[in-house]
């Protein structure tokens, strides 16, 4: 069997006397999409945030591509492929496409032996359309500014802003949140293309169609734990709800879980 990319085990994370994790344990394999479900204060955004540097766990481990590590800011996360995007997409609205997609990252002409350095434009410009082009995403016009853009296609630029750098593993939170529905087609389709291209996908949504359009595997969380872990094939929309209610739980029993 494939080793996963990412294994989260036995984590826990406290804010005060609140568990927000309790001891979860989780993999998440090269090429597959996971949905991460769970209803409000479930915990999966605080697992996530743990994942990705936002906050450190008070126990447990985190391993990615089989090292164990401990980011302490997002960007020693983002520096090893873990790759976030938000629902706020953290794009700037009065930047064009090429500026976003290299936002903090700019790419830089030298002149006079290094003492001067301006923006490079153009190559930024070819390397977007690259980035864009290898997920099919089409734009007229790059030098558009993101806020005249669709959700879906500031979607889009986030998702290829990701992969351009690199992208080793896809965190993404609510994608298709507030989108019409051919655009929300769009986004699952960019979705399957990144698995197609052997980037795995962390999918947290509330959204259970697009679990059943995309996800090949799925985790529940109730109250900071686990509750089930499953192929989607094999559950339904009923079973799901039910999940995240509490109204089940899988995992009771296991050893050294709270009952």
């Known amino acids: 069997m494939t ?20 001891k979860l344990t989780w993999h998440v394999y090269p090429g597959e999409v996971v949905a991460l479900l769970g209803d ?5 955004s605080t697992l996530i945030k743990c994942v990705s540097g936002v906050y450190q766990p008070e126990e447990g481990e985190i391993r990615f591509r089989g090292e164990r590590v401990r980011f302490n800011r997002p960007i020693e996360a983002m520096a090893k492929g873990i790759e976030t995007i938000y629902q706020d997409l953290a794009l700037a609205q009065n930047l064009d496409v090429p500026a976003n997609i290299f936002l903090g990252r700019e790419l830089k002409h030298r002149y006079l032996g290094g003492l001067i350095r301006m923006l490079d434009e153009k190559k930024m410009t ?27 296609q500031r979607q889009a630029v986030a998702i290829a802003r990701a992969v351009y750098w690199d992208a080793r593993l896809m965190i993404m ?49 109730h109250r900071g734990r686990k509750v089930t872990e499953k192929k989607t094939a094999d559950t339904n929309t009923e079973e799901l709800v039910q999940y995240m209610v509490g109204a089940r739980d899988d995992t009771l029993h296991e050893p050294g879980l709270p009952r």
């Open 173 to 221: 939170d609510e994608p298709t949140n507030n989108l019409g529905v051919p655009e929300q087609k769009k986004v699952l389709e960019l979705i399957r293309r990144l698995r197609d291209q052997g980037v795995p996908v962390i999918l947290i949504t509330h959204t259970l169609p697009d679990v059943f359009a995309v996800a090949d595997r799925l985790m529940v969380m």
């Open 3 to 22: 080793e996963p990319i990412l294994t989260v085990r036995n984590l826990t994370k406290r804010f005060g006397g609140l568990v927000a994790v309790n």
């Open 40 to 44: 409000n204060g479930a915990g999966k």
């Open 126 to 152: 070819q390397e977007s359309q690259q980035a864009l082009s290898s997920l099919h995403i089409h734009f007229p016009d790059l030098a558009q500014p993101i806020e005249s853009l669709s959700g879906g």
